[in-house]
């Protein structure tokens, strides 16, 4: 092998490492955020407006991270968040967070969490508040 080809393949294999890297530094900023610190402000900031598992101002929060914008029945939802058409990934929420305006033109919530790690920690959370699996059918 050539002194030139040697680098070229090893250049191949640092840009396939910095790749992979990359995307697991990625994953793993989503994924920065305390469940338990998240709770306690969930229940001191977000319940004013929220619930678990009913509608009340804002919609329920079960489900949440996976689910279509818009979409919890019987919530009546702002036509621009209604129309929004995404899925609440934890990237998503943390913009909601930062500004639910900027994200969403026209939506009705008026609260923004300034302090990023509180929104890191709120967001990990709303990733625990996932729905159950419903049983087997019964043979």
């Known amino acids: 092998m050539s002194v030139a080809g040697g680098r070229q393949r090893l250049a191949g294999a640092l840009a396939a490492l910095l ?6 530094v990625a994953s793993a900023q989503d994924d920065v955020g305390s469940a338990a ?3 306690t402000l969930w229940e001191a900031r977000c319940s004013v ?3 678990v598992d009913s509608n009340s101002v804002g919609p329920m929060h079960r489900g949440v991270v996976g689910r279509m914008s818009g979409s919890v029945p019987g919530y009546d939802y702002s036509p621009a968040l209604a129309h929004s058409h995404f899925i609440w990934t ?3 929420l943390l913009k909601w967070l930062t ?3 900027a994200l969403v033109p026209g939506q009705k919530m008026n609260y923004e969490v300034d ?5 890191a920690d709120i967001v990990a959370y709303l990733a625990t508040l996932t729905v159950p699996k419903e049983p087997a059918p019964a043979k």
């Open 90 to 92: 934890k990237a998503k």
């Open 115 to 119: 302090n990023p790690q509180d929104r």
């Open 99 to 101: 500004n639910p305006e």
């Open 49 to 51: 407006c929220h619930a």
């Open 37 to 39: 610190r998240g709770k």
């Open 19 to 24: 790749l992979v890297g990359g995307a697991s």
